[in-house]
């Protein structure tokens, strides 16, 4: 069977679904192929953290582009959860960040917070020196300092991935759950795409394959600078009554889910294999162990995912070969979940020649640390 698609997409996690609905809702015929089907790898792992910390003025492209994202969160889930029929829980509980002044590493990252607030002149949030109400009778320290910022929010990642899906699938996105059986071969403004029973001819090709999209990049003589960070979680039975999230030392965080709680995470780079292991028991477990001691650790439910880092930290959205068509979005690293939004909709300008709202040249993929021809 041979089909036709205006674009293709590799990747059915947040980033490729977000640039599918895109497409698919400026009239598009749009493709997504995955190998593991839709939302199963780091999109679905992550804890769903959107945290602004109220910045106003930015010291990078980066911090930028992820604050505005996270700003269009709302709106963005509207149209999703109109598209989709689903409702996409936006939590806005706030966020408690404790730093242990015991701990002479916590004071450390303290002192550089207190540095990021003050130059992107934050003010939508209270200190103190004691613990808040939640923590009472559950955590060990003694002197902290306590920051309450209570307009951060959290999203069901989850709920996210389901709903974008849905989203695709009305808006009349094709899926394949497959990888191409061959090399991708390019000619006259097409892209031949062969499956093990099909053939997809695309006008366009976008990357959004998370931190496989290394492999892709090799298959077509390219050499990407991009690692896999593995991070492992564990979800444990809520021990407080708020809808707030907790970070710890700025190392461990607390995310409410339902009548529970997402506890994580390690950072393991060069890793790819996607078990929850003793390291991941041992990097939580301790933590818990030292500064929540009471809480129950008795997991739910525990799993990994993997999170696609490049060389500069920064991700890569943008063109790999304006002529054949081929584009690429990922390298979102820690904050994926957070940069779908404005990624979806810059993507979608650049695929069709429009001016971008923000800047995407600091995330060029040709820039340097970026990519490299390996042949010809
Ligand atoms: C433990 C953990 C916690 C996190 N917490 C947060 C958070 O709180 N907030 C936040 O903003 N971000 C968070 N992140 C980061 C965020 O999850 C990622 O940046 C984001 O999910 C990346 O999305 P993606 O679509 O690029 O990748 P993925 O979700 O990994 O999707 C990539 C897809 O490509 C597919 N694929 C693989 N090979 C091929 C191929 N050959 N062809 C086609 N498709 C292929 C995969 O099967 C997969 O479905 C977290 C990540 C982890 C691991």
Redesign the pocket.
């Known amino acids: 069977m041979s089909r036709s698609f205006d674009i293709a997409v ?9 640039c599918a609905l895109e497409e698919a809702r400026r009239g598009r015929r749009v493709g997504v ?18 945290v602004t910390r109220d910045a106003h003025a930015f010291a990078s492209p980066f911090r930028e582009f992820y604050v505005r994202s996270i700003r269009r969160y709302p709106e963005w889930l509207a149209g999703i959860s109109a598209a989709s029929g689903m409702e996409i829980p936006l939590h806005r509980g706030g966020d408690h960040l404790i730093f242990d002044l015991d701990d002479p590493a916590a004071v450390l990252r303290l002192e550089a917070k207190q540095r990021q607030l003050e130059r992107e002149r934050a003010s939508d949030f209270t200190v103190t020196d004691t613990l808040p109400g939640i923590l009472e009778g559950h955590c060990r320290i003694r002197k902290a300092k306590a920051f309450h910022f209570p307009g951060e929010a ?1 999203v069901q ?1 989850r709920v996210l ?1 389901e709903a974008l899906n849905q989203a695709c699938l009305k808006a009349g996105v094709a899926f394949l759950a497959e ?2 059986s061959s090399p991708w071969e390019h000619g006259a403004g097409t892209t031949r795409l062969r499956f093990a029973a099909e053939e997809w001819d695309a006008g366009q090709v976008l ?7 290394v ?2 990049l090799e ?1 077509l003589g390219l050499d990407a600078p991009m690692v896999s ?5 564990i979800r444990i039975r809520k021990f407080h009554g708020s809808d707030a999230m907790i970070h710890l030392n700025d190392d461990l ?1 607390l ?1 409410p889910r339902g009548d529970s709680l997402v506890v ?3 950072t393991e780079p060069g890793i790819w294999d996607e078990e929850f292991n003793e390291k991941g028991e041992a990097h939580i477990g301790s933590r818990l162990d030292r500064l929540l001691p009471e809480v129950s650790r008795e997991p739910l439910e525990r ?6 880092r490049t060389r500069d930290r920064l991700p890569w959205m943008g063109w790999i070969d304006p002529e054949r068509g081929w584009a690429l ?12 939004p404005l990624a979806a909709e810059s993507m979608s300008r650049l695929l069709h020649g429009e001016k971008t709202a923000v800047d995407l040249s600091p995330f060029n993929p040709w820039r340097r640390q970026g990519l490299t021809r390996t042949k010809a």
Request: some cysteine; overall charge positive.
């Open positions: 590799a990747g059915a996690g947040v980033m490729g679904l977000a192929f995955d190998p593991a089907g839709t939302g199963s790898k780091a999109s679905s792992a992550a804890a769903g953290i959107l959290y990642n991935l990888a191409p990357i959004a394959a998370g931190a496989w999209s492999r892709l298959s960070v593995k991070g492992q979680l965080y995310v994580g995470a390690t799993w990994a995912g993997l999170r696609p979005c990922t390298g979102h690293y820690k904050c994926g979940i957070s940069m779908a």
